[in-house]
């Protein structure tokens, strides 16, 4: 009965069939089926496809599976084997099953000529990353006839110098380009057929893996492809490292854009368990009577795997026979009290039917996992290859139905064939049926095999041999694996699996022997990949627990490398910032260095002090410290020491508008950066160029320099220059009056800095507020304001603190709050000459609202020579603006004059119509000429007109308009 047979579930296919059906119009779909272990996921997605294949002979379908032993350390695993399976798998073993082999074979045959091709033309940076280019290269060629030149240069392009070397990948590779390409060669492959690609066990996927799904759901609609993903609903729910499961919001996410996706077989097997036994029993001949099937149903539930194993059971105990006309009946005893309840039990009762020799070796094969390779247990037995991959065939897979064939992979010069457990918990239960001794003498031996045959392509397999090397009672080794499976995530900006990788290594590190030299590394990687997290608490406890052990065990280096990581973190503005106790830190650190005779980090501590007297507005004494940074840097030839220092000398020199240092500092470190392939410090060197950009009014170039600096962070998820970046675009668009699109940047900017940074979390809504001012909109604003107004001595004090408060001091102004905004403009004190600028513009806005005039022309004087000396081109239109404002208030019409057709023409420079309109219809005022007024008034109406026409809110649109009716327009 149970022998390969397919029932009942007719609800689910046909649910699934109208899926395919949408799918094929070119409207891709997107469906999940939810059940527990055994609930017939895997049975159903293969039904599905196998009768979808007869009906359309041009359909391609492909699975990839989530692993439950590597987990989410092992990025795009799922993704990996579609992409393998559609380009290099083995076209024979697809069809060796399929009705008209010929016709399908060569379906397959033509296909893979299509995708390797597609492949290589669309999606170059995934070979050697989804797709092992080393091993497959020579196949690749075969399959599509590769010339020898094209051969050679795609060898080139994985990293492949010889047939004995492994590919390497290029750490500039960022996941965006990556989802691209992969989707770009799905989008190529799906035009002229339907594609169906299964991605089972999501429970398992790890975060990459889950975001790509969401990226092909997202941008793949328009083609011709059904994603079906399976997962336990139960492990789900359980979350992952104290969290909400990742795979819960990305099925939320996608219940939005498709509707109801999720076919969930728990639901229905209480519905139509009955119908399941009574298909299953049915499914060959027999005269079994309602009372079986009713104890049958009592026992099971109508669970599908409960069902199949009892009914197995039943007929290998003999308790189910065939009669003579060969149909299934009750033996002559049939003592349900005697069967195992549970369906460990069932398992138990099959497996211990099996001769010694084949218990063993699937006891072996539990120990490498759900899925084992034969060569690997025929070490570990001492047999031939060829004799155990018989046994499997031959008796485990069609007598015992236990495994199943997965087809062979190819390692080098060798094949390795695969097989699958039937079920899982098959599986788990001879793996746990093992003694602690024997699970850790074939674990350790299991390595030791895997280690042999992946010569050369170990990191292919690093998370698993870290696995085996660990419950084999190699520690030691273990640690090596799993730092070569961290480094491999975090080259691939898989942060998260990153620091699972490495956290086990340094807890594993505590039980083992392990050289302080790995130690330091694993516990810096870990901090680094914390920090690009956005994790800063946690990143300092490593840095804490790293010293600990250093102290505890005497280790000076290991000491001063805790010391120096930590003193960074406290010296630039993330939400841990401390400039007393960087500063302490560095000092200490210095002499340290200095008593070691470590150069590089006497380097290192040197760019911390410099990174602290940024921190604390010391400009001055960051430039010394850093050129003496440099100059270290230089001599020992420390490239990216020389990169970090010169992305902060450039600020440092841009704060004392030294630009042409700056500039020179900037390009040699924005050149460095790309040579080093770092995405993230690339980000962070562009967004610190923009506040030079910004300074000097290159409005243009801020707006493109910025669209560059947040599509790399957008690319590896980094969230802080990504903020910074729309931050400022959202302020120049403010500028130009494009304030629907100025403001959801500027709000953007806000949710981006929320998930990391406190420091510009308070910095950007101050920035919000003072934008809803500028619109005349301070009901609006006050909202905002009242609502995360942060007291002027909890703003934090680093570099942004300045501005923070200059902006909510101009709020403060627009609403009439003027002793506050005087208030919070006396705690600023400023120490760049920009801030200076912007600050004294505050101030002469405040005299200008209390009506001291020659005061505010005072401010406006000295704003406008400070600008004039500083090439502060941002601001040199306001402050003519201003002094020509307060000039007309002081019946100097002449000089207002003046001073406003000079402020006009900055404002023009500028582009910035926020301004140009307020110039234009201050001249109106004090126009004598009626006919010439009314002509700047025409003027200053169409700019107004332009601004009311880019807001799409009501409110806020007639808030502005009310604010410009104020000057007459």
């Known amino acids: 009965m149970p022998n390969s047979v397919f029932v009942g579930r007719e609800t689910e296919l046909h649910k699934l069939k109208t899926f395919l059906d949408y799918a094929a119009l070119g409207k891709a779909q997107v ?29 391609i379908a492909s699975i990839g599976e989530c692993n439950a032993q590597t987990g989410i350390a092992d990025p795009y695993l799922p993704f990996r084997e579609v992409l393998i399976d559609l380009t290099t798998g083995n076209e024979e073993e697809k069809t060796s099953r399929e009705i008209d082999e010929k016709k399908k074979l060569k379906r397959w045959k033509d296909f893979v000529q299509v995708s390797t ?113 399976t997962y336990r609903p139960d492990d789900v729910a359980l979350g992952r490292d104290g969290g909400r499961h990742p795979l819960e919001s990305i099925l939320n996410e996608l219940k939005r854009y498709y509707g109801d996706i999720v076919l969930d077989l728990s639901q229905t097997e209480s519905r139509e368990g009955r119908t399941f036994v009574d298909a299953l029993v049915d499914s060959e001949p027999n005269h079994l009577e309602r009372g079986f099937r009713d104890e049958l149903f009592a026992h099971t539930g109508g669970h599908p795997l409960f069902t199949v194993e009892l009914i197995r059971n039943l007929q290998e105990r003999g308790n189910l026979v065939k009669d003579a006309q060969d149909n299934w009946v009750q033996g002559s005893s049939l003592d349900w009290k005697t069967l195992p309840a549970r369906i460990d039990g069932v398992i138990g009762e099959r497996i211990a039917r099996l001769p010694v020799e084949l218990r063993e070796t699937l006891t072996i094969g539990s120990v490498v996992g759900e899925e084992f390779s034969a060569q690997v247990v025929a070490r570990v037995q001492k047999i031939s290859e060829h004799e155990l991959v018989r046994t499997l065939s031959r008796e485990l897979e069609k007598c015992y139905l236990l495994v199943v064939e997965q087809g062979e992979i190819r390692i080098g010069h060798q094949y390795l064939s695969q097989y699958r457990f039937s079920h899982a918990l098959i599986q788990q239960y001879l793996y746990d049926e093992l003694g602690a001794g024997e699970r850790r003498i074939l674990h350790s031996e299991i390595a030791e095999i895997l280690e042999d045959l992946y010569a050369g392509q170990t990191d292919e397999i690093a998370l698993q041999l870290a696995h085996h090397f660990e419950a084999g009672g190699k ?40 050289n302080a030299g790995q130690l330091t590394y694993l516990y810096l990687r870990l901090g680094r990949a914390l920090e690009l997290s956005n994790q800063y608490e946690l990143a300092i406890q490593n840095y804490n627990a790293m010293l600990e052990y250093a102290s505890k065990h005497h280790d000076q280096s290991m000491e001063l490398a805790a010391k120096v990581a930590a003193s960074t973190l406290y010296s630039i503005p993330t939400p841990v910032a401390d400039g007393a106790k960087g500063r302490r830190l560095s000092e200490e650190t210095l002499h340290l260095a200095r008593e070691l005779g470590d150069r590089t980090s006497e380097a290192r501590v040197l760019w911390n002090l410099q990174l602290v007297n940024l921190l604390q507005n010391k400009a001055a ?95 590896i998820k980094e969230v802080w220059n990504r903020a910074s970046a729309r931050n400022f675009q959202g302020v120049i668009w403010l500028d130009y ?16 800095a929320a998930q990391g940074n406190l420091v510009y979390e308070i910095w950007y809504r101050a920035i919000l507020c003072q934008a809803y001012a500028e619109l005349g909109a301070t009901d609006t604003g006050m909202d905002l304001y009242q609502a995360h107004r942060v007291a002027n001595d909890d703003v934090p004090h680093t570099p942004a603190r300045t501005g923070t408060l200059i902006s909510y001091a101009l709020f403060e102004l627009a609403s009439n709050q003027l002793d506050t905004a005087a208030a919070t403009l006396t705690e600023c004190l400023p120490d760049a000459p920009p801030w200076e600028c912007l600050l004294l513009l505050a101030k002469c806005r405040l005299a200008l609202a209390r009506s001291d005039f020659s005061a505010g022309i005072a401010l406006a004087d000295s704003a406008l020579e400070l600008s004039q000396e500083c090439k502060l081109g941002r601001y040199l239109p306001e402050a003519l603006f201003l002094k020509g404002k307060l000039l007309f208030l002081r019946n100097e019409i002449k000089g207002a004059k003046s001073t406003l057709e000079q402020a006009r023409l900055a404002a023009k420079n500028l582009g910035s119509r926020r301004l140009l309109w307020q110039i234009i219809a201050t001249l109106a005022e004090l ?43």
């Open 621 to 715: 004494e960051a430039i010394e410290c850093g050129e003496a940074s440099l100059s270290i840097a230089r001599e020992l030839n420390l490239r990216e020491q020389m990169a970090y220092v010169l992305s902060d000398l450039s600020w440092a020199y841009n704060m004392s508008c030294r630009y042409e240092e700056a500039d020179r500092r900037m390009e040699e470190g924005t050149r460095l950066w790309r040579e080093l392939g770092n995405m993230p410090m690339l980000s962070n060197n562009l967004n610190l160029s923009l506040f030079q950009l910004f300074w000097t009014g290159k409005n243009e170039n801020v707006i493109s320099v910025a669209e560059e600096a947040y599509q790399i962070s957008t690319s």
């Open 117 to 229: 091709r597609t492949l290589i033309m669309l999606g170059p940076d995934l070979v050697g990353i989804f797709v092992p280019g080393a091993q497959i290269i020579g196949r690749i060629g075969m399959a599509i006839g590769l010339s020898s030149n094209l051969s050679t240069k795609l060898s080139e392009q994985v990293g492949k110098k010889s047939d004995k070397e492994s590919p390497k990948i290029d750490p500039a590779l960022d996941q965006e380009k990556i989802f691209e390409q992969y989707a770009a060669v799905l989008k190529v492959l799906s035009k002229d057929r339907t594609l169906i690609l299964i991605l089972d066990d999501l429970q398992w996927a790890d975060s990459g893996s889950l975001n790509l799904l969401f990226h092909l759901a997202r941008q793949l609609k328009e083609s011709r492809l059904l994603l079906v993903g």
């Open 737 to 752: 009056g494009e304030i629907d699109r100025a403001l959801a940047a500027l709000e953007e900017s806000v949710h981006l």
């Open 927 to 969: 126009e004598f000429d009626k006919e010439l007024s009314l002509g700047l008034k025409a003027e200053a109406r169409e700019i107004v007109d332009y601004i009311a026409n880019h807001i799409t809110p009501e409110e806020l649109r007639e808030s502005f308009q009310q604010s410009t009716s104020s000057v007459g327009l």
């Open 31 to 59: 469906v999940f089926i939810a059940g527990e272990a055994g609930a017939g996921k895997s049975s159903l997605v293969t039904e599905f496809v196998r009768r979808e294949e007869e009906a359309d002979p041009k359909l």
């Open 475 to 514: 520690a030691d080794k273990a640690i090596g694996y799993l730092l070569i499976s961290g480094d491999n995530a975090f080259q691939s900006y898989a942060y998260n699996e990153a620091i699972a990788a490495y956290t086990h290594a340094l807890e594993l590190g505590e039980q083992a022997t392990t």
